[in-house]
């Protein structure tokens, strides 16, 4: 069993950058590919971001390509979602997860956080 806990979110003005973080406890940090995804207002989670188990490779949406970055300490068993030129089609409640990188690639995942809301204001 794996548990994920995001943090980080919150109100920012469109064009301004903010930073989640994933904490990941009991099992094997390192061993898991990781992925974040979102929710917006009456809209299916969506896929974001993936992080292959070692960084060694990465994927994103198009819609968040040259904008948000994900990062991995696998020392502290974290994750990150680095977010700069937020727009306001950015809000939405976003989630973590830990899976096989395909998996997460194809919009899967055996472990999810709770999510943390980031709302992107005018």
């Known amino acids: 069993q794996v548990q994920l806990v ?3 979110g919150g109100l920012v003005q469109a064009g301004e950058s903010l930073r989640l973080s994933c904490a990941a406890s009991g ?3 390192s061993s898991y590919s990781m992925g974040w995804f979102r929710r917006a207002p009456g809209k299916e989670r969506d896929f974001v971001a993936a992080i292959s ?3 060694g490779s990465t994927d994103y949406a198009n819609s968040v390509k ?3 970055t ?5 020392a502290k068993n974290t994750v990150f979602l680095q977010m700069s030129s937020l727009k306001l089609e950015d809000t939405a409640v976003y989630y973590c997860a830990a899976g096989p990188y395909s998996s997460l690639l194809k919009g899967q ?3 999810w956080g709770q999510g943390t809301q980031v709302t992107v204001s005018s």
Do not use: K
């Open 53 to 55: 188990w070692n960084a």
């Open 27 to 29: 099992r094997t940090f």
């Open 66 to 68: 040259g904008r948000f």
């Open 109 to 111: 995942s055996e472990y």
């Open 70 to 74: 994900i990062s991995r300490d696998n």
């Open 6 to 8: 995001e943090s980080g």
